[in-house]
C-alpha cells in the first residue's frame, strides 16, 4: 500500500524496537529486574514495525505536506512506543509520565520525572540514554540513510526534521548524505566512548554519556549527573564532546575528508567560539553572588557549554551564583548552537539571519531605495529564506510567551514558569527557579508538563512541520464530514 507516514513509521517503530531489545540485554548483563519486561516489548515493537514497513510502500507522488504529516505523525507514534518500556516495568504508573520522558528524551531535551534516578535499573536507563542517542541526528535522517529509495522526497523528509533553516547535501545522492552524517555522528560516539572509558567510566557509563553527550541531550544515569563524578579529567572531556556537537556535522565532515576551510572560514563557527568564550568569561566574573565563591573558570566553561548547547548536564551548583550570571543562562536557554548540529534552540544562523534583516530593515529608513541582500557571514541568504527566519522566530517568541503563560497559570512562580518555558522549547532540560541543578520538573505540576511536552515537540520539529501537519488535518476533516453527509 502506497503511503509514504506509515512507511516511515514502520522503520522507525524498528528502530525503536532494536533499541528496547539492546536495552533488554543490557538489563540481562547486570542482573536486573526488567529482562523480560524489556526484551518482549522491543520484539513485539520491532516486529510490528517491520511488518507495517514490509507492506507498505513510498508513493510514486510525494507532496510537501505529506513530508511534514509523515515527519509529525513518525515522532508522534515514536514517542508514544518510547513510552512503553517505562510504562510495562511500573517504572512510571501514568501514562503522561511516561509520554514526558520519552518525549524528552527524543527531543534530547533532558527534563526528567524520574525521582530517584539511580533506583532504577541499568536496563531502563540505557533506554532512556538511547532515545536521546536516536533523537539527536535524527530517527527520519537515519530512516533515510536505510531505505533503498525514498523518491524525490528524501531532502525534503531531512529538511523537515534536521535542525537549522536549510540543508545542505554533501552528495548528488540524500541517501549518501545521510549515511555520511550518520557515520561522523557515529565517529563521535564511539571516540567519546573511548575517552570516558580511559578518564575512570566504567563501559556502562562510558556508552551511557557518550549517548547523550554527542546527541546534547544531558540524561545521566546518576541524580548528580556528571557531578557525580568528581572528576576534571571527565569534565573536559564532556566540555571537548559539547563544543564538538554543538558545531555543524556538515562541516565535520567536509574537515575530515581533508578540507577544513570551510569549517574554519565558518561566520557561524566563530561566533559560536566567541559566544561560549565570552559567556563563559562572564560567569566566571560574576558569578559570585557575595554570600558564596565564584565558580571555577571549568565549571563556568561546562555549564556555558551545557547551556549554549542546550545538552542540559550539571556538575556545579549554578542555582546559587549571582542574579546576573543567572539571567544570561537564561537568555541562552532558547538560543542553542550552530546549525546543522545535535543542538536544540532556535540556532545561532538564525539570529545571524535576523540581525542582518534588521539592518538592511533600518538602513532602508534612512535610503529607501536601498538594495540590501540578508547576510550571512559571507553568503547570502534568499529573501524567501530571510522572510521564513524571522516567521520562525515570531513563532517561537510566541510560543515561549504563551508557554510561560499557561505553566505560570498552574501554580509555578514567574521565574520557574519563564524557565520551564525556554528551556522545554529549546530542548535543553534544567532551567532556574525551582528547576535549577537540584530540581526536575516533578515540580511542575501536570498540566504544566503537557504544556512542556508540546514545546519540546515543536521545539525538535522547528514548529513548522507540526503547523502543516496541523493544517492537513483541518483540511481533510471538514471534506470527510461532507463526504459523510453526501453518503447519508
Same mark, same amino acid.
Not at 26 to 50: E, F, H, K, S
Not at 89 to 116: C, K, N, Y
Not at 269 to 283: H, K
Given at each position: @500500500?502506497?503511503?509514504?507516514?506509515?512507511?516511515?513509521? +514502520?522503520?522507525?517503530?524498528?528502530?525503536?524496537?532494536?533499541?528496547?531489545?539492546?536495552?533488554?540485554? !543490557? /538489563?540481562?548483563? /547486570?542482573?536486573?529486574? /526488567?529482562?523480560?519486561?524489556?526484551?518482549?516489548?522491543?520484539?513485539?515493537? +520491532?516486529?510490528?514495525?517491520?511488518?507495517?514497513?514490509?507492506?507498505?510502500?513510498?508513493?510514486?507522488?510525494?507532496? =510537501?505536506?505529506?513530508?511534514?504529516?509523515?515527519?509529525?505523525?513518525? $515522532?508522534?507514534?515514536?514517542?508514544?512506543?518510547? &513510552?512503553?518500556?517505562?510504562?510495562?516495568?511500573?517504572?512510571?504508573?501514568?501514562?503522561?509520565?511516561?509520554?514526558?520522558?520519552?518525549?524528552?528524551?527524543?527531543?534530547?531535551?533532558?527534563?526528567?520525572?524520574?525521582?530517584?534516578?539511580?533506583?532504577?535499573?541499568?536496563?531502563?536507563?540505557?533506554?532512556?540514554?538511547?532515545? #536521546? $542517542?536516536?533523537?539527536?541526528?535524527?530517527?527520519?535522517?537515519? =530512516?533515510?540513510?536505510?531505505?533503498?529509495?525514498?523518491?524525490?522526497?528524501?531532502?525534503?523528509?531531512?529538511?523537515?526534521?534536521?535542525?537549522?533553516?536549510?540543508?545542505?547535501?554533501?552528495?548528488?545522492?540524500?541517501?549518501? *548524505?545521510?549515511?555520511?552524517?550518520?557515520?561522523?555522528?557515529?565517529?563521535?560516539? !564511539? &571516540?567519546?566512548?573511548?575517552?570516558?572509558? =580511559?578518564?575512570?567510566?566504567?563501559?556502562?557509563?562510558?556508552?551511557?554519556?557518550?549517548?547523550?553527550?554527542?546527541?546534547?541531550?544531558?540524561?545521566?544515569?546518576?541524580?548528580?549527573?556528571?557531578?557525580?563524578?568528581?572528576?576534571?579529567?571527565?569534565?573536559?572531556?564532556?566540555?571537548?564532546?559539547?563544543?564538538?556537537?554543538?558545531?555543524?556535522?556538515?562541516?565535520?565532515?567536509?574537515?575530515?575528508?581533508?578540507?577544513?576551510?570551510?569549517?574554519?572560514?565558518? *561566520?557561524?563557527?566563530?561566533?559560536?567560539?566567541?559566544?561560549?568564550?565570552?559567556?563563559?568569561? $562572564?560567569?566566571?566574573?560574576?558569578?559570585?553572588?557575595?554570600?558564596?565563591?565564584?565558580?571555577?573558570?571549568?565549571?563556568?566553561?561546562?555549564?556555558?557549554?551545557?547551556?549554549?548547547?542546550?545538552?542540559?548536564?550539571?556538575? &556545579?551548583?549554578?542555582?546559587?551564583?549571582?542574579?546576573?550570571?543567572?539571567?544570561?543562562?537564561?537568555?541562552?536557554?532558547?538560543?542553542?548552537? @550552530?546549525?546543522?548540529?545535535?543542538?536544540?534552540?532556535?540556532?545561532?544562523?538564525? !539570529?545571524?539571519?535576523?540581525?542582518?534583516?534588521?539592518?538592511?530593515?533600518?538602513?532602508?529608513?534612512?535610503?529607501?531605495?536601498?538594495?540590501?541582500?540578508?547576510? =550571512?557571514?559571507?553568503?547570502?541568504?534568499?529573501?524567501?529564506?530571510?522572510?521564513?527566519?524571522?516567521?520562525?522566530?515570531?513563532?517561537?517568541?510566541?510560543?515561549?510567551?504563551?508557554?510561560?503563560?499557561?505553566?505560570?497559570? *498552574?501554580?509555578?512562580?514567574?521565574?520557574?514558569?519563564?524557565?520551564?518555558?525556554?528551556?522545554?522549547?529549546?530542548?535543553?532540560?534544567?532551567?532556574?527557579?525551582?528547576?535549577?541543578?537540584?530540581?526536575?520538573?516533578?515540580?511542575?505540576?501536570?498540566?504544566?508538563?503537557?504544556?512542556?511536552?508540546? #514545546? @519540546?515537540?515543536? +521545539?525538535?520539529?522547528?514548529?513548522?512541520?507540526?503547523?502543516?501537519?496541523?493544517?492537513?488535518?483541518?483540511?481533510?476533516?471538514?471534506?470527510?464530514? #461532507?463526504?459523510?453527509?453526501?453518503?447519508?
Amino acid at each position: @500500500m502506497p503511503t509514504l507516514a506509515g512507511h516511515i513509521v +514502520g522503520l522507525t517503530l524498528a528502530v525503536v524496537g532494536v533499541g528496547i531489545f539492546v536495552s533488554g540485554i !543490557v /538489563d540481562a548483563i /547486570d542482573g536486573g529486574p /526488567d529482562v523480560w519486561a524489556l526484551l518482549i516489548c522491543g520484539a513485539v515493537i +520491532g516486529v510490528g514495525g517491520a511488518a507495517m514497513w514490509r507492506m507498505t510502500i513510498t508513493p510514486k507522488r510525494i507532496r =510537501v505536506l505529506d513530508v511534514f504529516s509523515a515527519v509529525t505523525v513518525t $515522532w508522534v507514534v515514536m514517542a508514544v512506543a518510547g &513510552a512503553i518500556p517505562y510504562i510495562i516495568t511500573g517504572h512510571f504508573q501514568r501514562w503522561d509520565d511516561g509520554l514526558f520522558e520519552a518525549i524528552s528524551g527524543f527531543t534530547t531535551t533532558g527534563a526528567t520525572v524520574t525521582p530517584d534516578i539511580e533506583a532504577t535499573s541499568k536496563g531502563l536507563l540505557f533506554w532512556r540514554s538511547t532515545t #536521546q $542517542w536516536l533523537g539527536g541526528m535524527g530517527v527520519i535522517v537515519l =530512516v533515510v540513510a536505510v531505505l533503498p529509495t525514498v523518491g524525490s522526497g528524501g531532502m525534503s523528509l531531512m529538511q523537515a526534521e534536521a535542525p537549522g533553516p536549510t540543508g545542505e547535501r554533501l552528495t548528488p545522492r540524500v541517501r549518501e *548524505t545521510a549515511r555520511r552524517l550518520w557515520a561522523v555522528y557515529i565517529g563521535l560516539t !564511539v &571516540a567519546l566512548v573511548v575517552a570516558y572509558f =580511559v578518564a575512570g567510566m566504567s563501559l556502562y557509563d562510558a556508552v551511557s554519556h557518550s549517548f547523550t553527550t554527542v546527541s546534547t541531550g544531558g540524561f545521566s544515569p546518576y541524580q548528580g549527573s556528571l557531578g557525580h563524578f568528581e572528576s576534571a579529567a571527565i569534565e573536559w572531556i564532556a566540555i571537548i564532546g559539547m563544543f564538538l556537537a554543538g558545531g555543524s556535522f556538515t562541516l565535520y565532515y567536509r574537515a575530515l575528508r581533508r578540507d577544513p576551510k570551510p569549517l574554519l572560514r565558518s *561566520t557561524e563557527f566563530r561566533i559560536y567560539i566567541l559566544v561560549v568564550i565570552a559567556v563563559a568569561q $562572564w560567569c566566571f566574573l560574576t558569578s559570585g553572588n557575595g554570600a558564596g565563591n565564584p565558580a571555577g573558570f571549568r565549571e563556568s566553561l561546562f555549564t556555558t557549554l551545557s547551556t549554549v548547547t542546550t545538552t542540559g548536564y550539571v556538575a &556545579a551548583e549554578y542555582g546559587s551564583w549571582s542574579q546576573a550570571a543567572q539571567a544570561l543562562l537564561l537568555v541562552l536557554l532558547p538560543i542553542g548552537a @550552530m546549525a546543522g548540529s545535535t543542538a536544540g534552540g532556535v540556532k545561532l544562523l538564525r !539570529v545571524m539571519a535576523v540581525s542582518s534583516f534588521a539592518h538592511r530593515e533600518a538602513l532602508k529608513h534612512l535610503h529607501p531605495r536601498l538594495v540590501r541582500p540578508v547576510r =550571512v557571514g559571507n553568503g547570502i541568504l534568499p529573501d524567501d529564506v530571510a522572510g521564513k527566519v524571522v516567521g520562525f522566530l515570531l513563532l517561537t517568541l510566541v510560543i515561549f510567551g504563551g508557554g510561560s503563560f499557561l505553566i505560570a497559570a *498552574t501554580g509555578p512562580d514567574l521565574i520557574t514558569a519563564f524557565s520551564a518555558s525556554a528551556t522545554s522549547i529549546g530542548n535543553v532540560g534544567p532551567g532556574l527557579g525551582a528547576l535549577d541543578h537540584t530540581g526536575d520538573f516533578l515540580v511542575i505540576p501536570r498540566e504544566g508538563r503537557v504544556i512542556a511536552m508540546i #514545546q @519540546m515537540l515543536l +521545539g525538535r520539529l522547528e514548529i513548522y512541520p507540526v503547523i502543516l501537519a496541523l493544517s492537513v488535518v483541518t483540511l481533510r476533516l471538514p471534506r470527510l464530514g #461532507q463526504r459523510r453527509q453526501r453518503l447519508d
